[in-house]
């Protein structure tokens, strides 16, 4: 049998799961790491164990990724939830390839058992090339001992042009005969797929991810670390090519989905403080924008005004950072910086909101803001001691959730974090702005 990969955050079922095998199954908590493996196709895989749950990429656009590379290899969710409701769980196998879900509880053999490799593990490294004929007729490559993990085929396969030659290719919608495959595999490595039905599957998926995402049923994590993931490819994109019309329009459309998601969360099942958890551990900007929308939601300020100028000044507000003299200094601790750096840090927020007026459309109260964002009610902040009634309420409320957000860094002890809020920060803002942001606290 092939290697099987696991990729889930939990150490435990990960160390688990490879001492069962003996260090056969390849394990990770990365999606990215697991795709070095299903990109190569030297690495026999005999299935893909999924925790949709890793807040640094997209399980959809893992599953996009792994069905171009290994259209014939099953895939499995650790979905239990998932898993009780059927008509659900249908439409994600059925635009996923997913075959199954699993708990993460069950043993390794209990999970592997139904990958079952047919072939002589001696298949001759030789590799078959397309002849031009067959180019202008637009196959791809595959390891055709993908297509033996399983007793489920997504392709069913001809030889093309015997005797001459022995060439395999693949055609969707029918059963295979194992037996048969496996005589073909003893005399070549790899398969020939049409690309069309690659890319029919490719959009299927694509189109599901929007319609399965906004599914009331689709589990709440897997929602989270889906907007997450999408908030890092844009924070990303942000700091390689700076502030762009097309960067303001993609932080509309995350800030729209962050806020979709927060407004269906239960507080009472523990969800949101596993999204504020997520989001801190994403990105400040992140952190910022979904703090700051739940304390909007306490006030009753009007959505789409909390969006436009809350939500954009908090993932924009720190764009000034990321291109330093000094490199990116965003994610440092400004007791740490030095003297020339923090000349820099202390003017960001002004250095920020000028950026943006250059290259973009933001509108002006976005702006003030962002040269708000770290100003305090009593005028003790920072670049222009601006406070009093000259103070924007929803940059008081940014400047509060920062400062909450750099402590949360220093402190890991609870309760020493809550002391420091009542002793060093309460007292610098309004109690309007004070009171929201405890009752939004108290309820994570």
């Known amino acids: 049998m092939g290697r099987p990969v696991f990729i889930h955050p939990n150490p435990n079922i990960l160390s688990r799961l490879s001492s069962e095998s003996n260090g056969v199954a390849r394990v990770t908590p990365s999606m990215v790491e697991a795709l070095r493996w299903v990109s190569d196709h030297e690495e026999n895989i005999s299935g893909i164990f999924l925790c949709p749950e890793d807040s640094s990429f997209s399980a959809f656009r893992f599953l996009e990724i792994a069905l ?3 259209p014939a290899v099953p895939i499995f969710l650790f979905e239990p939830t998932l898993q009780k409701q059927d008509e659900i769980a249908k439409r994600v196998k059925s635009s996923t390839r997913v075959q199954g879900f699993f708990v993460g509880t ?8 139904n990958l079952k490799l047919k072939v002589d593990e001696k298949i001759p490294k030789k590799r078959l090339k397309p002849t031009p004929e067959q180019e202008h007729q637009d196959y791809t490559a595959l390891p055709i001992s993908d297509f033996f ?8 396969l001809f030889i093309y042009n015997p005797p001459s030659r022995i060439s395999f290719f693949a055609s969707k919608d029918s059963s295979v005969d194992g037996n048969y495959l496996e005589s073909l595999a003893k005399q070549a490595n790899y398969l020939y797929v049409q690309t069309k039905d690659l890319i029919n599957d490719k959009k299927l998926l694509q189109e599901a991810h929007s319609q399965l995402i906004e599914n009331k049923d689709i589990p709440t994590d897997w929602k989270t670390s889906e907007v997450m993931a999408s908030s890092k490819e844009l924070l990303n ?3 390689n090519n700076g502030a762009s019309e097309q960067v303001v329009t993609d932080a509309q459309q995350m800030l729209g989905d962050l806020f979709r998601l927060i407004s269906t969360i239960d507080t009472g099942d523990g969800s949101i403080h596993r999204l504020i958890d997520k989001a801190k551990n994403c990105d400040r900007s992140v952190f910022c924008a979904s703090y700051a929308m739940l304390i909007c939601s306490h006030l009753k300020y009007e959505k789409v005004s909390s969006l436009e100028i809350l939500g954009m000044a908090c993932v924009l507000q720190d764009i ?3 291109r330093t003299p000094y490199g990116d200094i965003s994610n440092k601790d400004p007791e740490t910086l030095t003297e020339n750096e923090a000349k820099i840090y202390f003017k960001h927020p ?17 702006l003030q803001v962002i040269r708000q964002q770290h100003e305090r009610k009593d005028r003790s902040g920072f670049p222009g001691k601006i406070g009093g009634n000259l103070l924007h309420p929803m940059a008081e409320i940014l400047s509060l959730v920062n400062e909450y957000y750099d402590l949360t860094k220093k402190f890991t002890n609870q309760k020493l974090l809550e002391e420091e809020l009542v ?4 007292p610098h803002y309004s109690e309007v702005v004070s009171s929201a942001f405890k009752s939004v606290h108290t309820k994570l």
Request: glycine residues 0%; charged residues 25%; negative net charge.
């Open 68 to 70: 171009n590379y290994r």
């Open 106 to 113: 069950e043993s390794y053999d209990a999970l592997v058992a």
């Open 149 to 156: 993990n399983s007793d489920k085929y997504p392709y069913d």
């Open 237 to 239: 994109k942000i700091k």
């Open 320 to 322: 000034s950072l990321y």
């Open 350 to 366: 002004t250095l920020s909101a000028d950026i943006i007026a250059q290259h973009t459309d933001v509108a002006q109260v976005t």
């Open 423 to 426: 002793r060093e920060v309460y």
